[in-house]
């Protein structure tokens, strides 16, 4: 059977695998993404983890990678990325990792990779309607319609957090507008807000030295918000609201067969989900109010396994 290795390359770390035909991973591993050192080196890096898993697992046929940032599928190109990997912007990614292992390769967004993965071994198997949502750091996400990821007229579909909603307006948004989604319900405004409220430093400064270290992230927020904090609990609340509101309308403008929700802010419990899960209802339309919102599959898999989908697609 046709054996392919899968490429997850993101700010911090890059994963690798080989994966068959069907869809199995055989064989993993992830290491750190050395993005401080430039382009050359992630691709090095990257082609170094295929190499190592082909030693150890055999040959492979192609190569499928999802990538953080803005990417041209077509043409194989970076096209904007986030300063979390510096120069990857104008990045020949499917021409530079060919040349380095001399297979085809097929690249694309990491979140379009994730949603492809959830549709064909993941949550959302056998769908073919299909809107993922990607809240973490930013908010992102992924349109699968007829089976296909859709990338829109400049590849830039799926920026779902910058869709201007009630409960953000007047917030700055990381884009540079404001009243955007993101400005609320992303992992760090809800951190710095949580902070806000609570007194304490906002980090990031020379005051972050003296910062408590219990309070450091949005795993903290979610433990004080389950814990009965009430302070955690309306931030996080807001950031759903926020998000729901969004999903909503979206809901109404596409029409999915199911929503999948993935990324950190996701694994916030309750706390998040109920109000989210209201929002939503409240936003969507009567005729689509039983459209099934889910968690995506944990960890890494998704996007791998997207990632080989579309190294079998340069094959075929
Ligand atoms: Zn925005």
Known sequence: MTVVAALDIGGTKTAAALVDGEGRLLRRRTAPTPAAAGPGAVLDAAAAAVAELAAAGGPYAAVGVGSAGVIDAAA?????ATAALPGWAGT???????????????VDNDVHAHALGETWRGAA??????????????????????GRVHRGAHSAAGHLGHVPVPAAAGRPCACGGTGHAEGVAAGPAMVREYRRRAGEPAGGGPEAVTEPAAVTG??????????????????????AVALGEAVGGLINALDPELVLVTGGVSRCGPAWWRPLRAAIAATTLPLLSDVPVAPGTPGDD???LGAARLALGALA
């Not at 795993?219 to 609990?233: C, I, M």
């Open 76 to 80: 194989g190109t970076v096209l904007s």
């Open 125 to 146: 198997a056998g769908r073919t309607h299909v809107l993922l949502v990607a809240a973490g750091t930013g908010i992102g996400g992924s349109l699968i319609l007829g």
């Open 92 to 106: 020949a990614l499917r021409d530079e990792l060919g040349r380095r292992l001399g297979v085809p390769v097929a």
């Open 302 to 304: 998704a996007a791998l």
């Open 218 to 239: 949005l795993a903290a927020v979610a433990e004080r918000a389950a814990a009965g904090d009430a302070v955690a609990s309306a931030v996080l609340a807001e950031g």
